[in-house]
């Protein structure tokens, strides 16, 4: 920590002072040609005065320069570069607006990619990884169907939660540590499928930014990432679709324009439909008294949206999500089932009060909820617990010049909480009974930020986020600081370091690692405190070999306060007194982060390793002692690797490796017998929790995209290998007894290892006409 402190001193000694020769403002947007939508984090440079800055959300572009003659470029990834001659002579701000081809060559294609190089280093934000629905479509994929987040997991710092799960444990942070925001709107639980899939369809989202520190002032409420996903807001020039057919599901996407210019629309649904084949199976077996009948499963979700221009000052959209996992089990009087997902619904209103000042307004509700249903013989119970909030928020983009962009803005939210709400009942209402408790709370937050280019070496981001919460009479307030600063070298090296401080004033309560849908969402209040942690991060970033190549290096520090257990033995579920169950801790991790990646050439792709350790420490937990936490994992590898073999033809191929997840075991086991003549009860004893690690994970996934020539639109044929050499690593471990010979007496205690995927091949048939 010492010496991360040290280098972060001299980076500032290293700064030089303000620059005060006569500067200019340049702003406008960059578009796609095709169909008008603002291209986000596009590059906008200028190569002689070394000064560059990428697009916002609403495409828009910023930058301050001396006066004179200067080459403008916005160059972004699959697309063309656009260049524009100026002349800077002073006065008031130039506007220079760009529209972007798609790129139709390769040439062309690998000058984009190229440039995506610099735009990340030209970036003042640290610790951000982005993802384009394209990139991801490239690579292999579990049962072929793409996940965005998965991919995500490829990169450093970022790691899944083991077997299938798509849960993202971001630099010792747990899943429920991670903000998603789709169009700026709450998604509570991202994952389908048992945590396998997210929720995210791929043909409806436009790209997903992944923050792992240097959070942005605007960002609040969790402790360990920000996953912002912006969906397509549809094709304004013609009607097009799109879609998949794979070997469990099918998407499809429908977008374009219902008044040219001014009202346009997006629509995209998806569905498995594993379960129309099991229930014929399930009916082909009727009658069979030794068949065990297979669950029903399946999930769908729909994504929507509508955008209006009113006038060239003011639009509204209206987007929503529904999306909803099911799953069923009948068979001679037993029922289980169980149920759970998110409704989304956001109004957003853009209005540009001049060239300078921007406003996006937006109201919305998010909902998350799950029901288990559960009936034997005459009895049934239902289990409930959901989460659903109500917000209002507005953010102001304010180009001051003279280097100076500000973003200010506030947010409130009412939360209402349903926890562990059950019912039980008989057919003959003999018996009736009910319990489970409501909660509400109402958080806030006011901040303000500036993205200041101080010289064409130096520029910085600093911001303060005032956050609140009040929940049963309770208050709470709390500054959160923010700053990143960025010393660019040359054309090809810079500098970055970052300092955050984080609020998390609702909280995850699930009794499984996993990702699994028994999750309880709770306030803090009187006798829960929030969750606080700080982060500081450095790193280098340098492009060499002509621009093919990036290799980055990241170490970071983080801590946390008030992190939450339970004690051991805890019911989380019919529980009226929850609280007396948690115990309070602290956590913190540290690591180091490399990165390199090859953009040009027929063969690219990316290597990430990192080294890191991750540790929680709680009085009335391993006898008070630190303890590393379940995903605390020492190395982690990711090797991706893309060849175009021809124009039609692209293999893949991804391999990661990472350390196994920590976990206890017990050390030994004594037996009891309370009442003679009764089998003995066997108990086990444990002592250091997570003091064991399951075997090392690893696995290699090929893929292939083969280009085909449909008579009108784009078509491919997509072909993956998921775990292609058949590693089977584990999902979990039991412990079996042994009996004797004449299986009476325990002779002993077996470790058994559940693996959950074999080798499983894929093909996707996608289209877009």
């Not at 656009?82 to 040439?107: Q, Y």
């Not at 180009?399 to 939210?413: D, N, P, V």
């Not at 003999?430 to 806030?444: K, V």
């Not at 983080?558 to 801790?585: H, P, T, Y």
Request: proline letters at 4%.
């Amino acid at each position: 920590m010492r010496t991360l402190y040290t280098l972060f001193v001299l980076l500032l000694l290293m700064v030089p002072m303000p620059s005060w020769a006569q500067k200019q403002v340049v702003q406008g947007y960059v578009r796609a040609a095709t169909n008008g939508e603002p291209l986000i984090g596009a590059t906008v440079s200028v190569a002689e005065a070394a000064a560059g800055t990428i697009t916002n959300e609403k495409g828009f572009y910023t930058l301050s320069l001396p006066e004179g003659k200067h080459t403008l470029q916005a160059t972004y990834v699959g697309y063309t570069t656009d260049t524009r001659n100026i002349n800077l002579k002073g006065g008031n701000p130039e506007s220079i607006n760009f529209t972007l081809e798609p790129a139709s060559n390769e040439l062309k294609v690998v000058e984009i990619e190229a440039s995506s190089l610099r735009q990340r280093l030209n970036d003042t934000r640290m610790s951000v990884e982005s993802l384009s629905s394209r990139e991801a479509s490239l690579l292999p994929a579990l049962f072929g169907e793409v996940d965005l987040v998965k991919t995500m997991q490829l990169k450093p710092g970022i790691q899944s939660g083991g077997e299938g799960s798509s849960g993202l444990y971001v630099r010792g942070g747990g899943p429920d540590q991670n903000l998603v925001l789709l169009d700026g709107a709450m998604i509570y639980n991202p994952s389908h499928l048992f945590g396998f899939f997210s929720v995210f369809n791929p043909d409806a989202v436009k790209s997903v930014e992944l923050y792992k520190g240097g959070f942005p002032a605007q960002f609040g409420g969790r402790l360990s990432s920000v996953v912002d996903v912006s969906m397509h807001k549809g094709n304004n020039e013609r009607i097009s679709t799109k879609g998949g057919i794979g070997l469990i599901s099918s998407r499809l996407t429908v977008d374009g324009p219902i008044v040219k210019d001014k009202l346009n629309f997006s629509v995209s649904g998806r569905r498995t439909y594993a379960d129309i084949f099991t229930r014929q199976i399930n009916r082909l077996n009727e009658g069979n008294k030794d068949y065990n009948p297979i669950p029903d499963y399946y999930f769908y979700d729909l994504n929507g949206n509508v955008s209006y221009k009113l006038n060239k000052k003011d639009e509204l959209t209206l987007g929503g999500y529904y999306g909803r996992d099911l799953f069923g089990f009948n068979d001679s009087g037993f029922s289980f089932g169980f149920d759970w997902g998110n409704t989304m619904g956001n109004l957003n209103w853009r209005h540009k009060f001049n060239d300078n000042l921007y406003a996006s307004t937006s109201l919305g509700y998010t909902g998350y909820k799950y029901n288990i249903n559960n009936k034997i013989d005459i009895f049934s119970f239902t289990l409930t617990s959901a989460v659903e909030d109500y917000t209002l928020k507005t953010d102001f983009d304010w180009f001051l010049g003279k280097g100076h962009s500000l973003k200010f803005g506030a947010q409130a939210t009412h939360h209402n909480f349903t926890v562990g709400r059950l019912n039980f009942e008989s057919e003959d209402s003999t018996l009736n009974y009910g319990t489970g408790n409501s909660y509400s709370g109402s958080e806030f937050g006011l901040y303000v930020s500036d993205d200041y280019v101080i010289s064409p070496m130096v520029s910085l981001n600093y911001g303060l986020r005032l956050s609140g919460f009040n929940s049963a009479g309770k208050n709470y307030a709390a500054l959160e600081p923010r700053a990143s600063v960025k010393y660019t070298f040359n054309e090809s090296t810079a500098l970055k370091a970052s300092y955050a401080s984080m609020m998390q004033y609702v909280h995850l309560l699930t009794n499984s690692g996993a990702s699994l849908p028994t999750d309880i969402w709770y306030p803090s209040n009187r006798g829960v405190k929030p969750q606080r942690s700080q982060q500081a991060a450095l790193g280098l970033s340098h492009i060499f070999g002509r621009g093919k190549y990036l290799i980055s290096n990241e170490v970071y520090y983080k801590w946390m306060q008030n992190q939450i257990d339970f004690r051991d033995g805890a019911n989380l579920f019919v529980n009226d007194s929850l609280e007396n169950d948690f115990l309070f801790g602290k956590g913190y991790s540290y690591g180091n982060e490399i990165y390199l990646e090859k953009v040009r050439g027929k063969t690219t792709g990316w290597l990430g390793y990192t080294l890191s350790w991750t540790w929680r420490q709680f009085d009335g937990i391993n006898g008070g002692r630190r303890f590393p936490a379940r995903y605390d994992r020492r190395h982690d590898v990711s090797l991706v690797v893309m060849h175009k073999l021809n124009k039609r033809l692209t293999l893949t191929g991804a391999f990661v490796y990472g350390t196994g997840n920590a976990y206890s075991v017990p050390v030994a086991r004594f037996a009891f017998q309370d009442v003679e003549g009764k089998s003995a009860s066997v108990v086990p004893i444990y002592e250091d929790r997570n003091a064991y690690r399951l075997e090392a994970y690893h696995r290699l996934d090929l893929g292939a995209v083969l280009k085909l020539k449909p008579k009108r639109g784009e078509a491919d044929l997509t072909f993956s290998v998921y775990n292609a050499y058949n590693r089977r690593n584990p999902y979990f471990v039991y412990f079996e007894q042994q009996k004797d010979i004449h299986d009476e007496e325990t002779i002993g205690f077996q470790a058994k290892q559940v693996s959950l995927f074999p080798v499983i091949p894929s093909v996707t048939y996608n289209f877009r006409f």
